[in-house]
């Protein structure tokens, strides 16, 4: 199974512990996202509904292309790919 890494920003570190990369092995978006279930339960509440459907504010980047724009939670992954997740940001 591929290994990828899951680049988070800044407002999600905390809840993996600090870190801003976490590496998953999944053959899909969304494999990629049930995985953190098991290994970062509190980010991946952050992230996901209880449906696995990411959150409505999240967006999800493959290597740069938005998911939303290929296969979205089906968008296979390959070894190496970097998924990136961002939150929206607020201000004036």
């Keep these: 199974m591929p290994r990828i890494?899951?680049?988070l920003p800044l407002q999600l570190s905390r809840a993996?512990?600090?870190?801003?990369e976490v590496?998953?092995?999944?053959?899909?978006?969304?494999?990629?996202?049930?995985?953190?279930?098991?290994t970062h339960s509190a980010l991946?509440?952050?992230i996901l509904q209880d449906?696995?459907?990411p959150r409505r504010a999240v967006a999800l980047f493959l290597n740069e292309?938005?998911?939303?724009?290929?296969?979205?939670?089906e968008t296979?992954?390959?070894?190496?790919d970097r998924l990136?997740?961002?939150?929206p940001v607020a201000g004036g």
């Design 5 to 7: 890494t899951v680049l």
């Design 16 to 20: 993996a512990g600090g870190m801003r």
């Design 23 to 38: 590496e998953v092995e999944a053959m899909t978006v969304g494999e990629a996202l049930a995985s953190l279930r098991g």
């Design 44 to 46: 991946a509440h952050l």
């Design 51 to 53: 449906s696995d459907e």
């Design 65 to 73: 292309e938005n998911v939303l724009t290929l296969g979205r939670l």
């Design 76 to 80: 296979p992954v390959a070894a190496g």
């Design 84 to 87: 990136s997740v961002l939150l």
